[in-house]
């Protein structure tokens, strides 16, 4: 039905930027969040798109340096991290998920996930 497939991760110095991407199926819009878990760590939420792409919502610990985005040609949100520090360093996931919501526990159709690795 749903469909969400990560990509874009790597391994990165200090500072650098990185663009990640979530292709997405399905006939209808929906909301994408980002979120990422770290080695030890619980998943926690980055960053949401509506359907339409006119609204976003943030993180207070990635706002100003991640900004995401949609593509409705493509069928892709993206996220676009600057100036990564090593805390980034984690697996970074997409979902689909209601307006407003930051809960892991209120998203589905989770994405395999990509590796961000940020060396210091």
């Known amino acids: 039905q749903v469909q969400l497939t990560e990509s874009g991760g790597g391994l990165v110095q200090a500072g650098d930027s990185l663009r990640l991407s979530c292709a997405y199926s399905?006939?209808?819009?929906?909301?994408v969040g980002w979120f990422r878990q770290a080695l030890g760590k619980e998943r926690e939420f980055l960053a949401a798109i509506n359907g339409i792409g006119d609204g976003t919502y943030y993180a207070d610990s990635v706002k100003g340096r991640f900004t995401i985005s949609r593509d409705h040609d493509r069928k892709t949100v993206h996220l676009q991290m600057n100036r990564l520090k090593p805390d980034d360093t984690a697996v970074y996931y997409c979902?689909?998920?209601?307006?407003?919501?930051?809960?892991?526990?209120?998203?589905?159709?989770w994405g395999q996930g990509t590796q961000v690795t940020v060396s210091s």
């Open positions: 399905g006939r209808r819009l929906f909301l």
């Open positions: 979902a689909k998920g209601p307006w407003g919501s930051t809960r892991m526990g209120d998203f589905g159709s």
